[in-house]
C-alpha cells in the first residue's frame, strides 16, 4: 500500500526557489511511478513533472520545463520538486502522487486520472 505525505511548501516570493519533498510509507516505492501535480481552486488538478521508477525517464508540463526538477530517491522512499524562478502563476497546492509504473506512456504520464495514489497536498503561494 502507498501512503504519501508531502512537505515543503509555503509562501515565496517571484523569483525565488522552493523544494517540496514527498514520503511513502509503504514498501513498494519502487514499483511505482511518482509525480507532482497542482490545483487551484476552480481549476482541474494538473499535472507537473513526474519521474518513472528507476529514476531515469521524467517528463514535465511545458510550464515548468527548465524551471522544475524532479527527483527520487528509492532507498529513502522518497520523491521531490525543485522548484526555481518561481512565479505567481505557480500558486497553487501541490500534491504527490503515484501509479504503477507498467502503464506509463510519454501521452498519459502526467494524466490526472490514471494515478491511484494521493498524499494531501501542501501550499505553495507565490507573491509578485
Known amino acids: 500500500q502507498v501512503q504519501l505525505a508531502e512537505s515543503g511548501g509555503g509562501s515565496v516570493q517571484a523569483g525565488g526557489s522552493l523544494t517540496l519533498s514527498c514520503v511513502d510509507s509503504?514498501?513498494?516505492?519502487?514499483?511505482?511511478?511518482m509525480a507532482w501535480f497542482r490545483q487551484v481552486p476552480g481549476k482541474e488538478r494538473e499535472g507537473v513533472a513526474g519521474?518513472?521508477?528507476?529514476?531515469?525517464?521524467?517528463h514535465y508540463a511545458d510550464s515548468v520545463k527548465g524551471r522544475f526538477t524532479i527527483g527520487r530517491d528509492n532507498i529513502k522512499n522518497t520523491v521531490w520538486l525543485q522548484m526555481r524562478n518561481l512565479k505567481p502563476e505557480d500558486t497553487a497546492m501541490y500534491y504527490c502522487?503515484?501509479?504503477?509504473?507498467?502503464?506509463?506512456?510519454?501521452?498519459?504520464?502526467?494524466?490526472?486520472?490514471?494515478?491511484?495514489?494521493w498524499g494531501r497536498g501542501t501550499q505553495v503561494p507565490v507573491s509578485p
Open positions: 502522487a503515484a501509479r504503477p509504473w507498467r502503464c506509463v506512456t510519454p501521452g498519459n504520464a502526467l494524466s490526472r486520472t490514471e494515478y491511484n495514489f
Open positions: 519521474i518513472h521508477h528507476g529514476g531515469v525517464t521524467t
Open positions: 509503504g514498501d513498494s516505492f519502487d514499483r511505482y511511478y
